[in-house]
């Protein structure tokens, strides 16, 4: 496909047609989340991350206690929630609130 066969759309943002790809590209960069922790980093997916208070873990009848690191955390899409990997708990999701970038 050919710069001349590319379809163009009307970002109503700008005010100005642009082709689809760049668009889209524009839209994606826009939906992209920032999560940030309780000091205010900006958390990516592989960061660690230490607890900065005492959570109690619901289903798992088990306290993770304040300063326990937890490695390797994945970004939901969700800008105050991480998914994290701990041993002995499955699918521990985290509030970004109550962690501190490593």
Known sequence: MTDSDEEYVYDEESGEWMPQSEFDAKQAAASAVEVRDAVGNILADGDQVTLIKDLEVKGAGQTLKQGTL????????DPQEIDCKYPGIKGLVLRAEFVRKR
């Open 70 to 77: 937890i490695k390797s955390i994945r970004l939901t899409g």
